[in-house]
């Protein structure tokens, strides 16, 4: 089992910036990737970034170019750093970890809000 505790969610204005913290714990050693979903109010849960345990990364086209995601191993901790923040960028966070076995382990989830 993977457990893990995101952090650094909040309120900021249009144009701001978060820096969003994934802690985990429990079996890391199996951990492969790791990354974040979101699901605004309304709307399907759609892939934000993730990185492999090489450090290769992905984004969606929506948050491409103003979000950067990286990966502490010494601190078992992934960051996903959000700049240029849009309204539209408004939902709660989910950091996941997903083992050697393809098992899916999922945060209680952080919400961000970004006001106009």
């Known amino acids: 089992q993977v457990q893990l505790v995101e952090s650094g969610g909040g309120l900021v204005r249009a144009g701001g910036s978060l820096r969003l913290s994934c802690a985990s714990s429990?079996?890391?050693?199996?951990?492969?990737?790791m990354g974040w979903y979101r699901r605004a109010p309304g709307k399907q849960r759609e892939l934000v970034a993730v990185?492999?345990?090489?450090?290769?990364?992905n984004y969606a086209d929506s948050v491409k170019g103003r979000s950067s995601i990286s990966r502490d191993n010494a601190k078992n901790t992934v960051y996903l750093q959000m700049n240029s923040l849009k309204p539209e960028d408004t939902a709660v966070y989910y950091c996941?970890?997903?083992?050697?076995?393809?098992?899916?382990?999922w945060g209680q989830g952080t919400q961000v809000t970004v006001s106009s």
């Open positions: 996941y970890a997903m083992n050697v076995l393809g098992s899916r382990f």
């Open positions: 990185i492999s345990s090489s450090g290769s990364t």
């Open positions: 429990g079996s890391i050693f199996s951990i492969n990737d």
